[in-house]
């Protein structure tokens, strides 16, 4: 039996800095979230928790009105729902100050409408939320923070957004890999030209004409920089000392399924839950009859979820009388006496 009381979901999970929290759509993920956040921050444990769910709901359950940048809740807790139509437009104004370093000025037009068009592709807003979640994963500790928690969208995305690291560092390669020959053709063209490099017509010396390989550096430098954000988050993000995968589900057949095959996609990818939450539990002793019938299924449930992850830590947490709403009241799903 390795049915827990989540109170000790806490005590598992406090030496462990960066928890992502995924399931189903519905299960509970953003108040599991909310609550470790809440409960963490409780303890004078300074946390943030980041939303990378674009249908957000955090704002919500946490009873406030939250955005991309960080809002301070409490001295210990700061929120963010990470806004993919403001990151996209940060990210491709960066891509474009980057093409701007080294692309011929008559060119631009064509490649800002080229840009334009590319925030819509599809991808473009998943690469660039997840930029932004690994920029925040990797500062988080420089913060002063002890805990990371994310609070993510129904299981695909987290999934994608967990593997995305390794195949954008693949990527980025790439792109570099390209970058590289096309520098080398353009030195062997410069050197072929030295003296339009150097001087001008009249054979004044231009020292700016330097400026262009200068810029190219810079341009490889951002791949470099965004590769090395991938190579890290991807790292900490393997490493199941700091990084903990709480999976949330319901009592129910199609929440089962899909957590069976959100562990063996985990798994694929050398990935592995650290623990499973499962929600809105009903109370067994019942009175009414329906209640009862309802509460009876889910304990039949129960045995086959026990018996399908019997190789991992797992925590029931029973429905509540109302919506939990507010750190205080999340906190509070931590205690015994809840
Ligand atoms: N244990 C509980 N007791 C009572 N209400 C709960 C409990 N857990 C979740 N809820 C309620 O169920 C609804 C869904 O919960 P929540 O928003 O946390 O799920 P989610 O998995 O984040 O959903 P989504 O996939 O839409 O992001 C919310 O209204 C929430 O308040
Ligand atoms: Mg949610």
Known sequence: MVLQPLKALVAQLSTQPIIFV????????TTTAAALASYFASQGRKTLIVSTDPAHSLGDVLNTRLSNEKTVLNPYLD??????????????????RTIKGYANPDMMPKIREHLRLSKSAPGAQEAAMLESMCQHLVTAADGGYEHIIFDTAPTG??????????????WTDGLLAQQRRQAKLRSIATHLDTNSRHTDKKGVPNPFAKHTPDRWAQAVNVLEQRKELFRQAGLLLHDRVQTAIILVMTADILPLAETKRAIEQLEENNLTPAAIVV????????????????????QQLMNDIERNFSNYPIYPVYLQQTDIRGTEALSKLFTPTV
Request: charged share 20%; glycine share 10%.
């Open 157 to 170: 995305h987290t999934l994608r957004l967990l593997v995305l690291p390794e195949m954008m560092g693949a």
């Open 279 to 298: 929600n809105q539990l009903i109370n067994p002793a019942q009175t009414d009859p329906f209640w009862q019938q309802r509460a009876d299924r889910q």
């Open 22 to 29: 995924g399931g189903k759509g519905g299960v509970g993920k």
């Open 79 to 96: 929120a963010i729902e990470l806004n993919p139509d403001i990151i996209v437009d940060a990210h491709f104004a960066q891509v474009e």
